[in-house]
C-alpha cells in the first residue's frame, strides 16, 4: 500500500477532475459506495474459484460473526446499491463511482494491494449503441487526459449456451495437453476453461495461440451485435483490434469485452477493462437487466502520464508571501485574505514561522509558485509590496497594495472577480 504525497496529489486531482468531467459529459451520476461488504457478495459476482476471492480479497469475520471484505472491485457493489434502492428496475442508469479498492496480490509497478479505481456502469440499454458509446466514453477521456498511443482490443463472448458449447471445446482441446498445463490452468480445466486463456506463463502461449476461438462458436444474435459494434466503432474513427483470447469466465459475463493496453508499462497494460454483464443483475436476485461498464486503473494511468512527462501535477501554490519583521507579519495575513478574496480559487502561501529574506526566498522556491510577495517594514509603512516573478529574471517590482490583485491576475491569466 503507498502514501500519494503532496508532490503527486496534484497529478492525482487533476486527473480525477478531468475524469469526472467527461463522465458527467455523457450523463453519468456520481454513486458512493461501502468499502466494506459481506464476502458472498464477492462470491457470487467473481466466482468462489476466481483467483481474487480465493487468493486476493481481505476477508475477516466482524463481531457478530458474519464474513466481510474490503471491496476488490467496484461493479458488483454498484449493482447491490441499484438494487436495494430501486434504481434499476425497468429503468435506465449510468452511474459511476471512485475510491479504493483492494486485493492481497504480489506488488509490482503501478499494482498495489491498496489501489484506486474510477467506473461506469449503464444499465437498461441493450444494444450495441451503448456499447460503441461507452469505448467512444473511454476514448474522449485519453484525449483528455493527454494520453495518446494506447491500443482498444475487443472480443464477444457470446450468449451462455453458445459460450457452454465453446467451453466443452476448450475442454476437449487443453485435456490432451494436460501434462503441459501449468498449475492455475490444470485447476481451471473442468471448473472454468475459458479462464485458461487469460494465462500469462509463457509456456502456455503456444497452446493457447492455437485454442479453438471464441468467434466460431457465436450464436447469431451476439455475431450481429458484434458486428454492429464494428461498424459503430469504424464510424467514429476509434481504431481497434479483434483479440480472440479476450475473455471474461464467469456465465453472466455476455457479448461485448474490450480492454485499452498500453505497451509503456511494461507486464501492467492494461489501463481500462470493460464490457457487457447482462445476467449480473439477475444473479443478485433482480430481474433480468442489460449493463454494460468499465473500470480504470488509476495508478495505472498516473504512472503512464509520469512515463509521458505530463505536467497535469501542480505546485503547492500559485503565489508565496514573504514577510520579514514583526509589522510585516502582521500585514501578510489580511494581504493574503484580501488577495484569495479578489482571485477565487489563488493558491497562496503566507510564510509562517519566521526567518530573514534568504530562508524565506529558498521555501518560495521550493513551494514551485510563480510569484513571490515581498513584505518588510518599508513596504508595510508605505503601502507597498514587492512582487518578483520566480522563473523570470526580470527584476523585483513594487506594487501598490490595492493594485496587487490586479498584478498578479495578468501574470497568472485568471480575471479578478466582479464587484457587487
Request: charged share 25%; glycine share 12%.
Amino acid at each position: 500500500m503507498k502514501d500519494i504525497l503532496p508532490e503527486d496529489s496534484g497529478r492525482w486531482r487533476w486527473m480525477e477532475e478531468t475524469v469526472h468531467s467527461v463522465l458527467s459529459a455523457y450523463g453519468y451520476r456520481e454513486i458512493r459506495l461501502p468499502i466494506v461488504e459481506h464476502t458472498g457478495l464477492y462470491a457470487r459476482s467473481l466466482g468462489s474459484d476466481s483467483d481474487i476471492v480465493e487468493k486476493e480479497m481481505y476477508t475477516f469475520l466482524d463481531r457478530n460473526g458474519d464474513s466481510l471484505s474490503l471491496r476488490p472491485e467496484g461493479t458488483a457493489g454498484c449493482v447491490r446499491a441499484g438494487l436495494e434502492n430501486g434504481l434499476l428496475y425497468n429503468q435506465i442508469q449510468r452511474l459511476w463511482y471512485a475510491g479504493p479498492m483492494f486485493r492481497h496480490e504480489r506488488p509490482q509497478k503501478g499494482r498495489y494491494r491498496q489501489f484506486h479505481q474510477i467506473g461506469a456502469e449503464a444499465f437498461g440499454m441493450a444494444g450495441p449503441d451503448i456499447d460503441a458509446e461507452i469505448i467512444a466514453l473511454t476514448a474522449r477521456l485519453w484525449r483528455a487526459l493527454g494520453l495518446g498511443a494506447l491500443r482498444l482490443e475487443v472480443n464477444s463472448l457470446g450468449d451462455a449456451p453458445a459460450r457452454a458449447v465453446y467451453r466443452e471445446a476448450l475442454r476437449n482441446y487443453f485435456g490432451r495437453y494436460e501434462s503441459s498445463l501449468d498449475e492455475d490452468s490444470r485447476r481451471r480445466l473442468d471448473r472454468n476453461p475459458l479462464r485458461i486463456l487469460d494465462s500469462k506463463e509463457p509456456g502456455m502461449q503456444p497452446l493457447i495461440a492455437d485454442a479453438p476461438r471464441l468467434v466460431e462458436y457465436l450464436d447469431p444474435g451476439s455475431a450481429e451485435h458484434f458486428r454492429v459494434l464494428r461498424d459503430l466503432l469504424d464510424e467514429a474513427g476509434i481504431a481497434y483490434v479483434i483479440n480472440p483470447t479476450l475473455v471474461r469466465g464467469l456465465d453472466y459475463y455476455n457479448r461485448t469485452v474490450f480492454e485499452w493496453i498500453t505497451d509503456r508499462l511494461g507486464a501492467q497494460g492494461t489501463l481500462c477493462a470493460g464490457g457487457r454483464y447482462d445476467g449480473l443483475v439477475e444473479c443478485f436476485g433482480g430481474a433480468p437487466t442489460p449493463a454494460v461498464g468499465f473500470a480504470m486503473g488509476l495508478e495505472r494511468i498516473v504512472a503512464l502520464l509520469e512515463a509521458g512527462g505530463d505536467g497535469g501535477g501542480e505546485g503547492a501554490c500559485d503565489v508565496f508571501v514573504i514577510a520579514v519583521g514583526e509589522e510585516a507579519v502582521r500585514a501578510a495575513l489580511p494581504l493574503g485574505e484580501s488577495l484569495r478574496d479578489a482571485l477565487p480559487g489563488l493558491r497562496l502561501s503566507t510564510h509562517c514561522g519566521g526567518g530573514g529574506f534568504k530562508a524565506q526566498f529558498r521555501r518560495a522556491d521550493k513551494s514551485g509558485a510563480r510569484i513571490a510577495v515581498i513584505l518588510g517594514a518599508d513596504e508595510v509603512r508605505q503601502g507597498v509590496a514587492g512582487m518578483k516573478l520566480m522563473y523570470e529574471t526580470s527584476k523585483q517590482e513594487s506594487v501598490g497594495q490595492g493594485d496587487l490583485a490586479g498584478h498578479i491576475a495578468r501574470v497568472l491569466g485568471r480575471p479578478l472577480k466582479e464587484q457587487a
